[in-house]
């Protein structure tokens, strides 16, 4: 079943076109991973189905089950079971990490923060009472963002990989983890930079330049990506650099 859809979106930001006529789709119970260079519009794609502000399509439509969302607010988004590990996590002064993983909880099961610190190594006693402000570092906190969506059993999650601050280690049972909330039902759309981490996909989406350049197992899309988009010079798909090319050839 698809559990979301995008269809023809394009996003312009102070004057540049980010995405250019977008169209996914992925299914329900699935890890979706959406692999492309820094620049692709990875994260400003995250940043529209999330429905942050500035971020307003000016073409093309937003599906969730099937419902038009396109001009929903966040807040709505998160009620119908969306939510967003940001790149960069926030910091909430005055907040204790307990506190933040409990907010989005909706089950009760006792442990269940206790668990979810467990799953991105942080050693439960050491964190529960901390808050998550500048005190922690930025590995710390994006490890606690992670333990409050792994509580939270949202129906979509969209995780915005960071560039850097997740060692090996953490990496690895971050990995575990996003197999597991696939198991208990949540889908998964990974938005990567490195190949490495798209494998875990059950289907790849090549992007940039602000649009889907090609879909297919986690396989062929790291090959077709290691062949034509690491040696590339430009973030420019072949076609549109040729159409760049041959301007004013008649």
């Not at 001009?71 to 960069?88: D, H, N, S």
């Not at 500048?134 to 792994?150: D, H, P, Q």
């Not at 939270?152 to 971050?174: H, K, Q």
């Amino acid at each position: 079943m698809e559990l979301l859809r995008v269809e023809k979106l394009s996003l312009n930001l102070n004057g540049r076109q980010i995405l250019k006529d977008l169209s996914l789709s992925v299914k329900s119970g699935t890890i979706h991973s959406i692999l492309g260079p820094n620049a692709a519009g990875k994260s400003s794609l995250a940043y529209v189905l999330i429905g942050c502000c500035d971020y307003n399509p000016q073409s093309g439509k937003i599906y969730f089950l099937g419902e038009d969302i396109t001009g929903y607010p966040t807040q709505k988004r998160a009620k119908i079971g969306m939510t967003l590990a940001w790149q960069e996590p926030a910091r909430f002064e005055g907040l204790t990490v307990k506190d933040y993983i409990s907010v989005g909880i909706k089950e009760n099961k006792p442990g269940l923060v206790e668990e979810s610190l467990y799953r991105v190594l942080l050693e439960p006693k050491d964190y529960l009472d901390r808050e998550v402000d500048k005190t922690l570092s930025g590995g710390e906190r994006k490890r606690i963002e992670l333990a409050a969506v792994f509580a939270m059993r949202p129906r979509l999650v969209i995780l915005d990989e960071p560039d850097s601050g997740i060692d090996i280690l953490a990496l690895d049972n971050i990995v575990n983890m996003i197999k597991e909330l696939r198991s208990q039902g949540t889908t998964v759309l990974l938005i990567t930079h490195r190949e490495e981490v798209a494998e875990i996909a059950d289907k790849t989406s090549l992007m940039c330049s602000g649009f889907i350049v090609e879909e297919g197992t986690p396989e062929e899309v790291g090959k077709y990506f290691k062949e034509k988009c690491i040696p590339c010079p430009t973030h420019l798909y072949p076609a549109e650099k040729d159409k760049e090319k041959n301007k004013g050839k008649k």
